[in-house]
């Protein structure tokens, strides 16, 4: 891959370190999200999440400046926060428990069908029209769901979560604290460092994003089919096999680069992934809706063990630019971090 110009290193340390303020604000914001969900509901947690995504859009299609970027970060902070408690807390109020690892492989088949043309029409519309537009697609869809959300049944009100109850949490399970940082840290590699990567092997948005939506589609029946295994199988047998495959990939993609090797590399990542994030996904609402659990202060726990991988994978990515040597040497903390979920043990 070609080098790139010290005013692209110096842009791309700056997206990692605000992405690090981002996960940062976002455990600060586990216990405010907790509050507002125990006063007013989950339904209104999810309205608060997609208004806030709304708001973001509008914000990040008007940036002029560095300085005119940290309300956008904190804003996209708070919509993904109230977002994704809010789902979890609903999966788990919705969900049957002896099924928890089918629910959430038809959701994931479900998703990744509905987002299958996503990446390749995101991709067509940023190539011919511009950022802009896009941002105005992005708008509608998400009005579209703020109007479905109206009409949601609302749960039971959960309890507060405080900072010290979620390190409390986190050190009564060491075990589960250092799998869902495993987890957070391999998914950021994958979620924001990959892409920038394959942005600058492919130099096009619209090439990047069919490929993206070519490998999409190799994983959505696999996802479907594991999510039942959840249910028949021990997720931590499961979740072996998994951490291993991923991270061979990872180490895979660090020493093969060329575009045939990466797409190969990339559909075995993408197939053997759901062994990776189904069962502790599964694990992890079984273990929120276990007699005695507080789902509140356990959901918080997670969200912010995430957070944390999130932040040392970012970290490996800006301390490798800084001091030169190439981004794409974080693909490495995937493959060390995605062996953590190793550690999860099932009660018997």
Known sequence: ?????????????LLGIFYILH????????PIVALVNSKLGIRFGFLMGQFSLAFFLVLVNNVVDLGSMVPVFFVLTLAATFWWVSYHIFFIEVGEMKRFGKEIGSMQFLGISAGLTAPFIGGLVITYFGFPVLFVVSAMIIAISFMMLLFMK???????????????????RKREFLSFVGIGGESIVYSIIWPIFMYFLFKDFLVTGIFFSLIILFSGVIAFIVGGLCDRFSSQKLERYGSGVVSLTWIGKTLFQAPVGIFILDMFYRIFVN????????????????EGVDKAKYIAFREASYAIGHIISLSFFVIFIFIGLPFWMAFMSGAILSLLPMLIREKQ
């Open 154 to 172: 609302d749960f039971e009100r959960l309890n507060t979560v405080s900072l010290l109850g979620m390190f409390r949490e986190a050190k009564a």
């Open 23 to 30: 996960f940062v604000t976002n455990i600060l914001f586990q």
């Open 275 to 290: 062994l990776f994030y189904l069962p502790i996904d599964a694990f992890a609402y079984k273990s929120a809706d276990g």
């Open 1 to 13: 891959m070609e080098g790139r110009g010290l005013a692209q290193d110096e842009a791309l340390m």
